[in-house]
């Protein structure tokens, strides 16, 4: 037979398959180089570059049927990142967004064919109270993926820490550089506590349609 109608060979990942198993005991993955240091830098400037720019805005409450802007809520400004027009860094980004999704689809069967991207920063005394990720009128995000874009010098003390909430005990993320936290967005409530230094990620879901 030609070798064109050979199976292609299943290629495990290992990095892959410590997040499906993290995710499937806790509901939550923690990984530290998810992205090159190369990668993070380029994705930090993109940030920055965009943001004195200025194309950032307000971030609203709840989704475009009731976007209401609420700081007592949430004080981060988000620029939400349009696939259609990406920098090199981004390309670099989505390739592995979409690498790491086109494997939980072939092995964990999730559907996932949809997904949205933003930056986020959060500005000097701002936070992002208790919340889970899914709207009331609309429960198609799956996953929630986080990744910290701030600069090497950052301080446990800069505060932002990430708290997931779960049944045993609480845990505490903090958003140093590089770092990217996927969990569960229909089970896991969680919060940003307040920030004393400019904390800047990018952030996005895994939905299904
Ligand atoms: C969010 C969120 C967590 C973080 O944007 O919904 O919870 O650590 N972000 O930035
Ligand atoms: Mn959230």
Not at 40 to 47: F, G, P, T
Not at 102 to 112: A, E, Q, S, V
Request: aromatic content about 14%; overall charge negative; hydrophobic content about 40%.
């Amino acid at each position: 037979m030609s070798k064109l109608f050979e199976a292609i060979p299943f290629v495990e990942n290992v990095l892959y398959e410590k997040i499906i198993s993290d995710i499937s005991t806790q509901k939550y993955s923690i990984i530290d180089d998810f992205f090159t240091d190369a990668e993070v830098l380029a994705l930090r400037e993109s940030l920055l570059l965009k943001y004195e720019e200025d194309t950032f805005k307000k971030s609203a409450i709840g989704n475009k049927v009731n976007e209401v802007v609420k700081k007592a809520v949430r004080g981060d400004i988000i620029l939400w990142i349009d696939e259609r027009f990406i920098n090199a860094a981004e390309q670099l980004f989505f390739n592995k967004i979409n690498d790491l999704k086109d494997y939980l689809n072939r092995t964990c069967f999730l559907g996932i064919n949809q997904k949205e991207f933003h930056y986020a920063i959060y500005p000097k005394d701002t936070f992002y109270k208790r919340h889970l990720d899914t709207f009331q009128n609309d429960d198609r995000r799956k996953l929630s993926f986080v990744c910290y874009l701030n600069s090497e010098d950052w301080k446990p003390e800069n505060g932002g820490e990430l708290v997931l909430y779960l049944d045993k005990e609480d845990k505490v993320i903090y958003p140093f550089p590089g770092k990217v936290v996927i969990f569960e967005s229909q089970i896991i409530e969680h919060e940003v506590k307040p920030v004393n230094t400019p904390r800047m990620s990018i952030t996005g879901w895994l939905k299904t349609r």
